[in-house]
């Protein structure tokens, strides 16, 4: 199988421009509750669906809507459901978090590091009823750090389960930089459970590519589970209005709600003693700071227009993608818009 750049980078502008209407859809108040993307994360998720088949499965975090976009799920029942309307994907039950397609035979989950256990139990259906299937799990670096996942890499190892575990590591565990809670390496932490892995730019679709169809392949040749971490950036952090990104974006509205809190907290002469306030002061300082060195915005740590770059040459080609893509789109958005009004 031979790498093809336009439908990788097909897939990511399409799963890029889908959710970026989806923010504005959350920003106008027409879907409720926390909403998490997958932006930032589109070379990771295309370099491993396309070289899925049929009969294989997904497990899926709260960050799905790209991977079902990606794997053909129809997107206008996906923002259906996100409407809450009864003939979106799960019926208007699920909402973002809780999405599944049993004829893709994709799951997520809210629940951190559940992907796991569903993945395996994918991989193990897959054994019994369709030999030389594949199962993946997409999470979290953070996810690493939860029991069931852990016992998930274990299973898969002492049972030989053809399954992929893609972590998809930005470092940031919500608003605690991972590092800081995560004891070794990821990588290591996963071959000493008997699965072997490999680390990949996540940024780069060549190589995530690369390294998932050797991994993918490896599965379906009965050589059991595989392990790899994909470093990648979240544009909008954990979540859609998420704290720290807005006190950086707009310190003038957004720090008084956070400092006030703090300076009233620090000043009272009850509670806790005051080298607990200054530890407490210095943490949440650090957060700040170190988001405002985290290079979100910088153009190569977005996969889309990295990926862009190399199909720049063949303009007329690139352009003619960019306007289909575009359309249909907009075809969806429409749709949506009289789906919100009804």
Known sequence: MSIDLWSLYSKMLNSRLMEEFITQLWHDGLFSGEMHLGTGEEAIIAGVVSHLRDQDAMALDHRGTAALLMRGVDPLLILKELLGKPDGLCGGMGGHRQLFS????????????????????????????NPGSVSVAFFGEGAMNQGMLMESLNLAAAWHLPVVFICKDDNWS????????????????????GVPGRSVDGRDVTQVWEIAGDAIARARAGEGPFFIRARCVHFEGHFLGYQLL??????????????????????????????????????????????????????????VKRKRKDLVPDHERLQALEDDIERKVGVVVELTLTEAAS
Not at 103 to 129: D, E, K, R, T
Not at 174 to 193: K, P, Q, Y
């Open 102 to 129: 049993k004829p893709h035979l994709a799951a997520s989950s809210g629940i951190v590091g559940a992907v796991g256990p569903a993945a395996a139990g994918f991989a193990l259906a897959g054994q019994y009823l």
């Open 174 to 193: 919500i608003t605690t930089e991972s590092d800081a809670v995560t004891g070794g390496d990821l990588n290591d932490r996963a071959e000493w459970l």
């Open 246 to 303: 807005r006190a950086v974006r707009n310190p003038v509205r957004e720090m008084p709600k956070i400092s006030a809190p703090l300076t009233r907290s620090f000043l009272r002469f009850a509670g806790a003693p005051f080298r607990d306030r200054v530890s407490g002061l210095k943490a949440v300082i650090g957060a700040v700071l170190s988001t405002l060195r985290d290079p979100r915005g910088a153009p190569d740590n977005d996969p």
